[in-house]
């Protein structure tokens, strides 16, 4: 994972408005606990960072700005160069035919369905091959990193085909194994495009009190989203079939763009 910048953006506001914010944000900075992880310092000054990551996303046509000292929600610095990313199936995965057939089904749905974004290939894995490496094997789902730090990476992208020791309500029948099956993919793939977990954002109300999990980004596009399928305290988000919450899809949009 990748350190955190201390930084956050959101979407450009007016002047004024955006003055406004900078306060709000130092003010809760101010009052907020101490960070659990830690995570080196940065060694330039924080506007010196605000301002290198403007003119990153300036450059990546993303149009937001960076708030100081609050942390975000996907970490821009993952993005991958282009919205057709390659995906692998590792040795592990060849003998699930029809799980690899919901798990493609449900990024066509989601991801794909709602942005530039194509996941192409599908093919056995070859050592060092690029893209995203898929292996499906009875333990948590989970990536090794966000989004193009997953290029290349032997079982890069983990998925649970069987659940019978992790989340093993999802083994009670066939549809509700093949429901957590599709809601796992849309949720690590997430992660592979650079999303990380929306309770780890310092405007999470207190109404979700879900621990923070993985490392932070340093964008945020969409207001807070209690239903997106990043979110911990989305208690449904395992049970809907990977369904995007509309905040999900209208991020996935400003990020990889619309246009195939
Ligand atoms: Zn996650």
Redesign the pocket.
């Known amino acids: 994972m990748p350190g955190d910048t201390g930084q956050m953006l959101m979407v450009r506001a007016p002047g004024p408005w955006r003055v406004l914010l900078l306060g709000i944000t130092a003010l809760v900075q101010a009052c907020s606990k101490p960070e659990p992880r830690g995570e080196p310092a940065e060694s330039s000054s924080a506007s010196g960072q605000v301002a290198a990551t403007e003119e990153r996303l300036r450059i990546a046509g993303i149009d937001a700005i960076p708030l100081m000292e609050t942390k975000g929600w996907v970490d821009s610095r993952t993005k991958w160069a282009s919205p057709r990313i390659a995906v692998c199936w590792e040795q592990s995965a060849l003998g699930y035919s029809r799980e690899q057939g919901w798990i493609k089904d449900a990024l066509s749905k989601s991801w794909e369905d709602a942005s530039a974004v194509q996941f192409v290939g599908f093919t056995a894995c070859t050592a060092g091959q690029p893209g995203i490496h898929v292996a499906l094997e009875d333990s948590g789902a989970r990536t090794l990193g966000l989004g193009r730090e997953l290029d290349k990476v032997s079982n890069g992208l983990r998925l649970n085909p069987a659940f019978s020791s992790w989340n093993s309500w999802c083994a009670a029948d066939e549809p509700t194994r093949e429901s957590c099956i599709r809601a796992n993919a849309v949720?690590?793939f997430g992660?592979a495009l650079g999303f990380v977990?929306e309770q780890n954002r310092q405007d999470t109300p207190t109404s979700c009190n879900a621990p923070r999990q993985?490392s932070d980004g340093d964008l945020v596009l969409t207001p807070w989203d209690p239903d997106s399928i990043?979110n911990y305290c989305n208690r449904d988000r395992m049970r809907q079939s990977g369904r995007l919450s509309q905040g999900d899809r209208d991020a996935v949009e400003k990020f990889y763009g619309n246009e195939i």
Do not use: A, L
Request: avoid cysteine.
């Open positions: 949720h690590e992660h977990h993985g990043m």
